[in-house]
């Protein structure tokens, strides 16, 4: 029964090992968007499974001085479509 008990160890000792793989940490402030994943599922790797979107975009706008007249600070965006 000892090697029983050097499985079930060994067994522990992998699904921790496994579990420290699993954890996903961001480097700054953001939130997931385009999850393809359910928990449970297995993934490849490489597969893209959800996309990080950081809390904070900036966004740098070329415009000609004619579209000028109505943008302010603060302004939100005109969607054309």
């Excluded at 000792?13 to 996903?24: D, S």
């Excluded at 953001?30 to 900036?58: K, M, R, W, Y």
């Amino acid at each position: 029964m000892a090697w029983l008990h050097a499985l079930y160890e060994a067994s522990v000792k992998q699904a921790q090992l496994n579990l420290g793989y699993a954890k996903i940490r961001a480097s700054e402030a953001a939130s997931v968007a385009n999850t393809t994943v359910e928990l449970g599922n297995h993934v490849q790797s490489g597969q893209v499974s959800f996309s990080i979107v950081p809390d904070i975009v900036c966004i740098t706008g070329n415009f000609k001085e004619t579209q000028l007249t109505d943008i302010r600070p603060g302004s939100a965006r005109h969607d054309p479509g």
